[in-house]
């Protein structure tokens, strides 16, 4: 027998790294992910990996996931590997996956419990920057179904990163905002109290113009119709975060909702209104001077055998 819907969370991760150990000619820099790279990438710490990561999908609310996106997979075969790992292997997970042209070859993908859920449809947004016809990135995924009948949409975002610097990539960032937003006005036009949930590192805070102005994304008691509910501002706004970046933390990886999915008007609603990111111990590396970052699988290319450089994030949704 299921247990209720709202014990099954809703997760996002950002899994570092999830490579197997085959170096792909397409790919670049995928070869220091392989027995001979510079990380000595092999079958056990691959393996390692898998179980470290089905482990941490449970830590989020002591139950397997009825959904979780994922950013930073190689490909579909780590995915299947995955969910074929002791832990999840008695769920009847399904796969949404498609190859993006991301120059590292890093995707998003969707998994999700077909007990529970049934797609309708499954697509994915190609991010493409004016001005700049060479670059490439992640794509978001779309994919529209049925929870307990009732209908649903889940967005999986890894949105371009800051490497070259905040102001220098910002515009890519504003890029996938504006391809999102456009996406979802389309989905409220129809119905403006749809249920819609977008999961995803975006390489920003909750604070960045690129989630609050242009996705429109905003704390519980500060949107106006139209607006999106993002559930982490408040964790934000505490100093808490998902990533560490010279010893500060920040709050990229988001989960965000409408308007009638908070309020329950269209048949489903956030268990608590509150979204959660997961402080296991387990998850944290704890520095001397008792600062702490996330456990993740390598520093630098030193391995450390742990998770991820991100915490998961995650909501749980009950039938209204």
């Not at 220091?32 to 898998?50: A, I, N, Q, V």
């Amino acid at each position: 027998m299921l247990q209720p819907l709202s014990k099954h969370p809703v997760i996002f991760y950002n899994v570092e790294n999830l490579f197997d150990t085959i170096d792909d000619p397409k790919l670049q820099g995928n070869e220091e992910f392989t027995p001979e790279g510079d990380k000595e990438w092999d079958h056990e710490r691959y393996s390692e990996k898998l179980n470290r990561l089905s482990e941490a999908l449970l830590l989020a609310n002591g139950a397997t996931p009825l959904a979780f996106g994922m950013a930073e997979i190689e490909n579909r075969k780590v995915v299947e590997d995955l969910i074929r790992t002791e832990k999840l292997s008695s769920v009847p997970y399904k796969i949404v996956h498609f190859d993006s042209e991301d120059r590292r070859g890093i995707d998003c993908v969707f998994v999700y419990d077909s007990r529970f859920l049934k797609t309708q449809l499954e697509t994915k947004l190609i991010v493409l920057v004016e001005d700049e016809p060479y670059f490439r990135t992640r794509d978001i995924l779309h994919i529209k179904g049925l929870v307990s009948d009732h209908e649903i949409h889940f967005f999986v975002n890894h949105w371009p990163s800051r490497r070259e610097g905040i102001k220098e990539s910002e515009n890519r960032r504003h890029t996938a905002a504006r391809l999102l937003r456009a996406e979802i006005d389309e989905i409220l036009g129809f119905n403006e109290d749809a249920n819609i949930i977008v999961m995803g590192d975006f390489n920003d805070t909750p604070e960045d113009p690129s989630i609050r102005e242009i996705l429109r994304a905003k704390g519980q008691h500060e949107q106006k119709p139209g607006d999106l509910i993002n559930l982490l501002v408040e964790e934000h706004k505490k100093g808490a975060g998902t990533v560490v970046h010279e010893r500060q933390w920040d709050v990229f990886d988001q989960l965000i909702v409408s308007q009638g999915l908070l309020q329950g008007q269209s048949g489903l609603e956030v268990d608590r209104n509150h979204a959660f990111i997961v402080r296991n111990p387990k998850l944290l590396y704890t520095f001397e001077d008792g600062n702490q970052k996330p456990n993740s699988s390598y520093g630098g290319d030193y391995y450390q055998g742990g998770y991820s450089d991100h915490l998961p994030v995650y909501l749980s949704l009950n039938e209204k």
